[in-house]
Nanobody, 123 residues
Framework: QVQLVESGGGSVQAGDSLRLSCTAS????????TGWFRQVSGQEREFVGA????????YFPPSVKGHFAISRDNAVNTLFLQMNRLTPEDTAVYFC????WGWGNTEGKYPYWGQGTQVTVSS
């Protein structure tokens, strides 16, 4: 099993940028497809982006396309979510998720999850 640990959350102002990190315990993280999700208390978890297991493709929903980006550094087994032009609507707990040799845009695609990191955007 792979363990995922998110970091980089915090409190920022609207219009700011923030980069979240997700570090994996598996040295073969490059073989995992990964996704980012977010959740506001009392609401369902929302998909915000994914990176294919080979790192060649990304997918973003319309709500964040153009101001979120995903990348991965295989040398340090870390996935990144770059968030630009943040708005208060981006306030949520952000989770990374992973699946070996696969990826997708739904929670059920991913067996491995991090504990989440809080992002708060003030107007």
């Amino acid at each position: 099993q792979v363990q995922l640990v998110e970091s980089g959350g915090g409190s920022v102002q609207a219009g700011d940028s923030l980069r979240l990190s997700c570090t994996a315990s598996d040295g073969a993280f490059k073989n995992y497809g990964t996704g980012w999700f977010r959740q506001v208390s009392g609401q369902e978890r929302e998909f915000v982006g994914a990176l294919s297991w080979n790192g060649e493709r990304t997918y973003f929903p319309p709500s964040v396309k153009g101001h979120f980006a995903i990348s991965r550094d295989n040398a340090v087994n870390t996935l990144f979510l770059q968030m630009n032009r943040l708005t208060p609507e981006d306030t949520a707990v952000y989770f990374c998720a992973a699946r070996q040799w696969g990826w997708g845009n739904t929670e059920g695609k991913y067996p491995y999850w991090g504990q989440g990191t809080q992002v708060t955007v003030s107007s």
